[in-house]
């Protein structure tokens, strides 16, 4: 059995494989399940400011006031509540969860308005969890928001957040910046212990029936791991901050791949939803047997192997456009019958 110890966030992790945030990790006996199958740390679910306070008001008046977002949050909430009974049943929860397991358990936030990061930090870190990962996601609603004014206060909640707290910790981003590779930057200068790329993020459908919005979860598929793989290629021996790959992560073969460019860790939610809990046992044992045929004895001796800084191959992390000296046209429309 190879040593599939790794580090993240300053932590030292049995295995590479993080369970991220989901609802999976709110049952105390998945909890367990999770622990058992191997996985290294579990991320439990965001404490959600947004959600917390709109609980609080009755759903008529949600309807007329809730139409903006983050700034207005404080003219909508002038009295905002971070002792509410929902914040103190979140917070229970976390203590329960790092009780039931021995592996590190991260709490995840997303707060609203600038000074409420630093005051849920606080109180989380009170219930002895290991870290805590920032869930920086707002959708972008308006024209005139610059996005200079949007990464700087990222980068100010996580100097604010880092100031306030000791323990480790992370940053959930999304992959839509203009230049994700600068705000990472930015944030590593900041003092983020690490990094979670990507999210996937919940996007709305439309029932074309009865012509209305329809919110249904979706999971990932395994081509949703090449975006997260470029980036850990592209980020391996540039950064303080360790890097965990997420995002279309469903086999072990997917682990593996994200470790060979660069990757510290991953996190997995949709295979875990897909093939159950115990897959993790499985995906660890394809990574361990891989590592044996490879004569790798531990994750150091080939993590980082095909990143930007040691592939002879950079094209991976030049091109992003369909060009044809990559890839032959006739290929693709011979494998779906377009030509014979
Ligand atoms: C049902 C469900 C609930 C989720 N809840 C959260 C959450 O509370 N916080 C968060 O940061 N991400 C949440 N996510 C996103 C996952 O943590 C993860 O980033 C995303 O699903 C991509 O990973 P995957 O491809 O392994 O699923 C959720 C995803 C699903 C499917």
């Known amino acids: 059995m190879a040593d599939l110890k790794t580090h993240y966030m300053g932590l030292e992790l049995k295995s590479p ?3 991220g945030a989901s609802n999976l990790v709110t049952n105390p006996d998945n909890l367990k399940r999770i622990e058992k199958a191997g996985a290294g740390a579990i991320v439990y679910k965001t404490l959600f400011e947004e959600q917390v306070q709109l609980e609080n008001l009755e759903l008529s008046e949600r309807k007329s006031e809730y139409e903006e977002r983050n700034a207005e949050m404080i003219k909508l909430f002038p009295d905002i509540n971070t002792d509410s009974s929902e914040i103190q049943d979140h917070l229970t929860a976390l203590k329960r969860a790092k009780e039931a397991v021995s592996i590190p358990v991260i709490a995840s936030l997303n707060a609203v308005v600038r000074s409420t990061w630093v005051e849920y930090a606080k109180k989380i870190q009170e219930t002895g969890v290991d870290g805590i990962e920032l869930n920086f996601y707002t959708v972008p609603e308006k024209y005139d928001k610059e996005h200079e004014d949007i990464e700087s206060s990222q980068i100010e909640i996580l100097r604010n957040v880092k100031a306030a707290i000791s323990i480790p910790v992370s940053v959930k981003l999304s992959p839509f910046y203009t230049n994700p590779l600068n705000l990472i930057s930015d944030l590593d200068k900041a003092g983020a212990d690490a990094f979670v790329l990507f ?14 919005h329809i919110f249904p979860y979706t999971l990932s598929n395994k081509e949703d791991c090449r975006l997260p793989l470029r980036f850990a290629g592209l980020l391996y021996g540039n950064t303080k901050a360790s890097v965990c790959s997420s995002s279309g992560i469903i086999s072990g073969t997917d682990v593996i791949k994200m470790l060979l460019a660069g990757a510290d860790c991953v996190q997995v939610v949709s295979t875990v939803y897909l093939n159950q809990i115990e897959v993790i046992d499985n995906m660890l044992k394809e990574v361990d047997k891989w590592m044996d045929s490879k004569g790798y004895n531990n994750i150091e001796s080939f993590r980082g192997k095909l990143s930007k800084k040691n592939t002879k191959n950079k094209l991976p992390y030049h091109r992003a456009q369909y060009m ?4 032959t046209t006739t290929e693709i429309m011979k494998k779906y019958k377009i030509i014979h």
């Open 199 to 212: 999210n996937r993020l919940f996007q709305p459908d439309i029932d074309i029936q009865t012509e209305e």
């Open 17 to 19: 494989i993080i369970v």
């Open 324 to 327: 044809d000296f990559m890839m």
